[in-house]
């Protein structure tokens, strides 16, 4: 790990004050990704600014009916909140699918947001990724390549988004609050927050410079049978290969978002239409470039689906 220095922020408009000013800067809360990547020398941030005693560590209900989720809000703290459990399920249920109990002690609502891939491609410095170095190549394509994307991806990039809980944070519609080293705030829709890598693969949300995560906020709960389900190479500790999370209302038509295809949470709200797993499948993964390692996604989508569906129906 490379030297850095650390300071710690007073407020929110301070963080990202201090993060303009000096190039180079990270925000750490949790730490879970970013010291890790740390370590590999993936990142080599030149200055840390420590941003957990900024009081952004609590959920509180919104004017309209829904959620408002602090940034800091711990993964556990989140999945365990009664109003979450009971209104807001599949949020509970992606969170608890996630990493493990002690990781999520410490994963924030912010920085899970903002994970960063798990292709080995882009934790091997060795290997080309253009995520991690522009216009050095990606390795992935034509090496091993069986978790990785087939829907949103380029000729520069196929690496998923590892999280979970932005699956559900997609299905949900969710807002993404931030604070900008100006002090101005602005909310992005989480549709709008993870950017597909087109020919910019190191450019992954709609972050500016210095901008920091303060908040997501839940519309109102929307009902229905909330479902995550996530298929995994192991039982635990395992990222997704596929995962979904569904909200169906009893007239059988529901909201799909999905994990483990794309540069982003992936949703297609024109498949929400159907109710036959198939057809949604089928609008989901329209256009998808698959490769003989990972190709087995496609039926895997609509097989995962239709367990869903079924779990749904009781």
């Known amino acids: 790990m490379k030297a850095f220095t650390f300071a710690r922020a007073t407020s929110p408009a301070d963080a990202a004050a201090k993060a303009m000013a000096t190039p180079g800067a990270k925000f750490i809360a949790g730490g879970t990704n970013l010291l890790d990547l740390m370590k590999l020398q993936i990142e080599t941030p030149q200055h840390l600014i420590d941003v957990n005693r900024l009081g952004l560590d609590t959920i509180e209900a919104t004017g309209d009916g829904g959620l408002r989720?602090?940034?800091?809000?711990?993964?556990?703290?989140?999945?365990?909140?009664?109003?979450?459990?009971?209104?807001?399920g599949v949020l509970s249920r992606a969170l608890l699918a996630g990493a493990s109990g002690q990781l999520r002690n410490k994963a924030t609502t912010g920085g899970n947001l903002l994970q960063r891939t798990r292709c080995p491609y882009f934790y091997d410095t060795n290997q080309a990724c253009n995520k991690r170095k522009p216009g050095s190549g990606c390795a992935a394509i034509g090496g091993f390549n069986r978790n990785l994307g087939i829907v949103g991806v380029s000729n520069a990039?196929?690496?998923?988004?590892?999280?979970?809980?932005?699956?559900?944070?997609?299905?949900?519609?969710?807002?993404?609050?931030?604070?900008?080293?100006?002090?101005?705030?602005?909310?992005i829709p989480i549709a709008d927050f993870h950017k597909l890598p087109g020919t910019t693969p190191q450019v992954e949300t709609a972050l500016m410079p210095g901008e920091l995560i303060t908040a997501v906020t839940l519309p109102k709960p929307i009902g229905g049978t909330h479902v995550y389900q996530k298929v995994r190479d192991r039982a635990s500790y395992a990222f997704a290969l596929i995962s979904v999370a569904a909200v169906i209302g009893p007239d059988g038509?529901?909201?799909?978002?999905?994990?483990?295809?794309?540069?982003k949470p992936w949703r297609v709200e024109a498949a929400e239409r159907?109710?036959?797993?198939?057809?949604?499948?089928?609008?989901?993964?329209?256009?998808?470039?698959?490769?003989?390692?990972?190709?087995?996604?496609?039926?895997?989508?609509?097989?995962?689906?239709?367990?869903?569906?079924?779990?749904?129906?009781?």
């Open 274 to 314: 159907q109710t036959d797993a198939k057809a949604i499948a089928s609008t989901v993964l329209r256009g998808a470039k698959t490769t003989s390692q990972n190709a087995f996604k496609v039926p895997l989508v609509e097989r995962t689906l239709a367990a869903v569906i079924a779990e749904a129906k009781g």
């Open 69 to 88: 989720i602090g940034a800091l809000v711990r993964n556990t703290d989140l999945a365990a909140d009664t109003r979450v459990r009971k209104d807001y």
């Open 253 to 263: 038509r529901g909201r799909y978002a999905f994990g483990g295809l794309a540069p």
């Open 157 to 187: 990039c196929i690496a998923t988004h590892p999280s979970d809980m932005a699956v559900a944070m997609r299905v949900l519609d969710a807002t993404v609050e931030t604070v900008k080293p100006d002090g101005t705030t602005r909310a």
